[in-house]
């Protein structure tokens, strides 16, 4: 199975701004539903946001909802969310997967969605 492999992460202070990008290993995106998923040290997975093909529909936890931005680059077949305004409590690692049913993204991580990136955020 081919695995996502997330970049971007870092340790930035608070007010600070990262971009995430995931790829599958080097080879485009074929899902056309997309979503950010995240945990928290010693916390459960948490639902981020999705990416939705067919007039570019986003959506966003409410935890983020206007410090985040999700976005699709076709021509390079990656994902990215932009973060800005990050806060403490965005630390987290953060995994790419495909889809939006939220038992199965909650249910992860899973080996597909490779190692996750990590988001600290710190003074």
């Known amino acids: 199975q081919v695995q996502l492999v997330e970049s971007g992460g870092g340790l930035v202070q608070p007010g600070g701004s990262l971009r995430l990008s995931c790829t599958a290993s080097?080879?485009?995106?074929?899902?056309?539903?997309m979503s950010w998923v995240r945990q928290a040290p010693g916390k459960g997975l948490e639902w981020v946001s999705t990416?939705?093909?067919?007039?570019?529909?986003?959506s966003y936890a409410d935890s983020v909802e206007g410090r985040f931005t999700i976005s699709r680059d076709n021509s390079k077949g990656t994902v990215s969310l932009q973060m800005n305004s990050l806060k403490p409590e965005d630390t987290a690692v953060y995994y790419c997967?495909?889809?939006?049913?939220?038992?199965?993204?909650?249910?992860?991580?899973?080996?597909?969605w490779g190692q996750g990136t990590q988001v600290t955020v710190s003074p």
């Open positions: 080097g080879f485009p995106l074929s899902s056309d539903v």
């Open positions: 990416f939705k093909s067919g007039g570019g529909s986003t």
């Open positions: 997967v495909p889809g939006a049913n939220r038992a199965l993204l909650l249910g992860g991580p899973y080996d597909s």
